[in-house]
């Protein structure tokens, strides 16, 4: 099935690479000094939490937020921290990518996003208590982009 195959999350899925290339293109001629400094670091800290969580769920990684047929709920590593570390990752880049564009076009591409991610996040989180009723009390305890400061 496409991105765009009339189901709502294909809808979002759409909507998300749609304000990543945006960012990646406002990204094109990166600012010099501080504000790249950052950018590069946030890419780099938001790639590796990506790369970290999606391992967790190895062959069973999907864009669309309907879980895979043979899912396991994951509870533990990144997803001990966050209930969507991806997408907490994925947030991370992009903001990246804003630093690097600058500007209120960058902001608003990444404030976009942002909206997108998390009415993705909930229609991936009803599907998930459906088949996982246990999901429910995992995200009573479990934020859902931003870990819980050990000291709060």
Excluded at 1 to 23: E, K, N
Excluded at 35 to 59: D, E, N, Q, Y
Excluded at 78 to 103: D, Q, V
Aim: glycine share 12%.
């Amino acid at each position: 099935m496409g991105a765009t195959d009339g189901r709502p999350g294909g809808v979002y899925v759409a909507a998300q690479m749609l304000l990543l290339g945006a960012l990646a293109l406002s990204a094109r001629h990166p600012r010099r000094g501080l504000a790249s400094a950052l950018g590069l670091l946030a890419m780099g800290a938001g790639g590796a939490v990506m790369a970290l969580a999606a391992s967790r769920l190895g062959r069973r990684l999907r864009a669309d937020p309907m879980p895979a047929p043979d899912a396991e709920l994951r509870t533990d590593g990144a997803y001990a921290f966050a209930r969507h570390p991806i997408y907490t990752g994925l947030l991370t880049f992009a903001a990246g990518l804003a630093l690097l564009g600058g500007g209120w076009r960058a902001s608003g591409l990444w404030v976009a996003l942002l909206v997108v991610l998390t009415r993705k996040t909930r229609l991936e989180e009803q599907l998930l208590i459906e088949r996982f009723p246990e999901y429910a009390e995992y995200a009573e305890r479990t934020p859902r982009f931003l870990p819980r400061l050990p000291c709060c």
